[in-house]
């Protein structure tokens, strides 16, 4: 088809390097671009998937029999609003090179959430979130395009369903829009947010509590990327570990009656010394973490299925270590399977799967 590439190989658009070939391939470098690309995909009956930084994405060993769709939307301002400056993105910009050049600006609101690959676009998508700070918390307004009838949409951060790694673009409203640009409130002359313990510590050991405000805000960026490293959170070729999508499991959130069910089969599972579930406040309930329940089900750092296996460095991380994407769903299902049996806890993935033809 004009202007679409043909069978291109989607493991190397991702950060775990899995999936087949995509049908059609094609980027929207302008929104001329995306709107041609979308209508041209419709008026051939193809299915269209959306594709950011692919660091969330695990396409399916068959490939994509439709269109993958790639933004590429560029461009970056910044609006003084009183103590507060509007940065606006176009969905195409790389992630962490954003923050870096917020916190250049002296900006505060984004410095924990240094390090996190994908692009601007996706953030919204599951209000991308790590060491205390989620984007739901400086994110004004974003700017998308409604797939279906190709009219730009304007949504206040009010409107998008923001909770734990979830929004409405990734629950009732999943694939009806393309994000186009987003618009977060970051605050001038404002120290970092260190509520998160091992971040804190890390900061304090930079001197990051007598630095100026500036100065502290890139020294925490520093200090979040060293964390981040070490559990091989920082996309790397190099690194081994971090061909992955972050973590493969949410933290699930458990209401009353899930939580005494755990706790009995704590105490049968371990009868000399039943150990208390870690449990922070989340959505209404008690929000779990899903490494802590792996763990004690029996699965290790390092397991391997195959080319699949958890991490050396990071018990949510799923590696794919020159596997498939059938490997990675079998070990993704035997951890599922083996939580549930031993807590009642179904544990639910956190990235897109995205089903082959
Ligand atoms: C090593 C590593 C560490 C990570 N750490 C974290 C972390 O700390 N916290 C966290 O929250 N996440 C983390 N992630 C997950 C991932 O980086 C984020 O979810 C990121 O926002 C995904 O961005 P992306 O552009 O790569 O998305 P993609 O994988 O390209 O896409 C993900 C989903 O978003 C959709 N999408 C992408 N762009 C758009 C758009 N413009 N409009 C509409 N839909 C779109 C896609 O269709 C797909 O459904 C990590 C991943 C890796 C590999």
Redesign the pocket.
């Given at each position: 088809m004009a202007g679409f590439s043909e069978m291109v190989p989607l493991a190397p658009q991702t950060?775990i390097g899995l999936g087949g070939p995509a049908r059609f391939f094609a980027e929207a470098g302008s929104d001329l671009e995306l709107r041609d690309a979308l209508q041209a995909a419709r008026s051939q009956d193809l299915t269209v998937?959306?594709?950011?930084?692919?660091?969330?994405?695990v396409f399916a060993d068959a490939g994509y029999p439709g269109l993958v769709l790639h933004?590429a939307l560029r461009g970056i301002t910044f609006v003084s609003d009183g103590d507060a400056v509007l940065a606006t993105a176009a969905?195409g910009e790389d992630?962490d090179a954003f923050v870096a050049l917020c916190l250049q600006q002296g900006l505060q609101g984004l410095e924990c959430l240094s390090g996190?690959?994908?692009?601007v676009?996706?953030?919204p998508?599951?209000n991308?979130?790590?060491y205390g700070q989620e984007i739901s918390q400086t994110l004004v307004s974003l700017r998308a395009l409604d797939r279906e009838r190709l009219e730009e949409v304007l949504f206040a951060s009010a409107d998008c369903g923001f909770a734990y790694?979830d929004s409405r673009?990734k629950g009732e409203d999943a694939g009806r829009?393309?994000?186009t640009e987003v618009t977060y409130r970051l605050q001038k002359n404002a120290r970092p947010t260190l509520h998160y313990p091992e971040l804190a510590r890390e900061a304090q050991a930079r001197g990051v509590a007598d630095a100026p405000p500036k100065k502290a805000l890139q020294e925490t960026r520093q200090a979040v990327i060293a964390l981040r490293r070490g559990k091989s959170?920082?996309?790397d070729p190099l690194d081994a570990n971090?061909h992955?999508?972050?973590?493969f499991f949410l933290n699930p959130v458990l209401d009353d009656a899930a939580y005494r069910m755990l706790r009995e089969r704590l105490r049968v599972r371990f009868p000399d010394n039943p150990p208390e579930p870690p449990s922070f406040p989340a959505d209404g309930g008690r929000k779990i973490p899903a490494a802590w329940l792996i763990e004690r089900a029996g699965f290790v750092r390092g397991l391997r299925r195959g080319g699949a296996g958890i991490s050396l460095n990071h018990t949510l991380a799923l590696v794919n270590y020159g596997g498939t994407t059938s490997e990675l769903l079998e070990l993704a299902e035997e951890i599922e399977s083996g939580v549930e049996r031993a807590f009642g806890v179904r544990l639910r993935p956190e990235p897109?799967i995205v089903p082959g033809g």
């Open positions: 950060t998937q959306i594709l950011g930084g692919g660091s969330n994405t933004i969905a992630w996190i690959p994908g692009s676009g996706a953030t998508i599951q991308v979130g790590a790694r673009f829009y393309v994000i959170m920082v996309y971090s992955s999508v972050g973590s897109v």
